[in-house]
């Protein structure tokens, strides 16, 4: 995947697959994305728990675990097995790029996404059960999140924020961030470098729902030309303005003392990059992404899609005073994009923790099946 090598040698950005499974582990193929360029991988207890109950790879694993604890602690169990490996076949990418790559993410539990207390908890405990430096934990965005992850940070513990929507939002993680890394020096530590976060800035899901009401305002599918022209244009547009959000947190005095410590900066992550409407551009959230010190994670199609037909171009801050004029206009047809995001951001940590529930009792009937408890 040559353009792989060259999103990341000539324009900065690292990409990273956002998929894990055992039997990839298992036949090289992981290692095979990560010769060809991928430089992270990023996960979420749905995608590890179809894995789970989808292959037969962990069959004979999985019902010796169930025998003798729950299927969460199962599931958990072998969550764990899979990122280790993830992490050691990284390690290569970590040592090489001084920390800034190389990394894997693990989700905490969906459940805990308006639960401060316990999230930190969690946290901490896969930090320290796992104990890799290139391992990133996940925390939703969320409003309790947002507490959870300053401290966190302030421990020295590296975190992927997750479940972005909005540029309000993203700017109390940014906040969190820069917060975070000044208590950890306050507590008596001399150096940031080992403190790592990205900010996973979620995009093809805005321009589902904001796709949704201009169809509704324009009066249907064949309504206002006006209108309908903006579909396809809010999330690229709002990801260009949070990238101006980013650089302008990243400079200035107090960042630049922070990186006088050897702190390292927030980097966005454009996530949920796969292309949903198949009217559009299938790498829509890939070619016009493309910037310096950002990641873009994408499902294993849309890395083999860009290394056929992907736009080796720098694209993130190409025209910001466009991305501002689209979310302009999307105001004055009556589209609120802080509603839009409240919405997202609803439906994400709903859809998580019901996915999770539900394959969690796949994984208790596939446990039957083998002959475990449930």
Not at 63 to 73: H, I, T
Not at 257 to 274: D, E, F, I, N, Y
Not at 322 to 335: F, M, T, W
């Amino acid at each position: 995947m040559s353009r792989l090598h060259d999103l990341y040698s000539e324009h900065g950005q690292s990409p990273w697959l956002d998929n894990l499974r055992r039997d990839w582990i298992n036949d090289g193929r992981l290692a095979a994305f990560v010769a060809d360029g991928v430089r992270g991988i990023t996960s979420n207890p749905t995608i590890l728990a179809k894995a789970i109950a989808g292959e037969d790879d962990y069959d004979e694993q999985f019902a010796s675990l169930v025998k003798q604890g729950s299927v969460e602690d199962a599931y958990w169990a072998l969550v764990v097995e899979d990122i280790v490996h993830a992490l050691g076949l990284l390690e290569g990418v970590f040592e090489d790029s001084d920390g800034t790559d190389g990394f894997v993410s693990l989700e905490v539990a969906p459940s805990l996404a308006h639960d401060t207390g316990r999230t930190i908890e969690m946290a901490r405990s896969l930090h320290e059960r796992i104990g890799a430096p290139n391992l990133l934990v996940k925390v939703p965005a969320t409003k309790e999140g947002v507490p959870a992850i300053e401290r966190l940070i302030a421990e020295g513990r590296s975190i992927n924020v997750t479940l972005i929507f909005g540029l309000p939002r993203y700017d109390a993680v940014i906040e969190a961030y820069l917060s975070g890394l000044e208590a950890y020096l306050a507590s008596g530590h001399e150096r940031l470098s080992p403190v790592a976060s990205v900010a996973s800035f979620f995009v093809s899901r805005v321009d589902t729902e904001v796709d949704r009401r201009l169809e509704a305002l324009a009066g249907g599918a064949d309504g206002d030309p006006a209108v309908l022209g903006l579909r396809g244009k809010a999330a690229v547009a709002q990801a260009q303005l949070a990238y101006q959000h980013f650089v302008r947190a990243f400079q200035g005095e107090r960042f630049e003392a922070l990186k006088a410590k050897g702190a390292r900066v927030q980097r966005p992550l454009w996530a949920s990059t796969s292309t949903k409407n198949p009217a559009y551009s299938d790498l829509l959230y890939v070619d016009n992404l493309i910037g310096p010190s950002t990641v873009n994670t994408m499902p294993e199609s849309t890395l083999e899609a860009f290394d056929d037909h992907g736009r080796l171009s720098r694209t993130i801050d190409a025209d910001p005073a466009e991305a501002e004029a689209v979310v302009a206009r999307l105001a004055e047809v009556g589209i609120d994009l802080d509603d839009v995001t409240a919405t997202l951001e609803d439906e994400g940590v709903h859809s998580f923790a019901k996915s999770f529930d539900e394959l969690i009792q796949t994984l208790g009937d596939k446990a039957a099946a083998l002959g475990g408890s449930r």
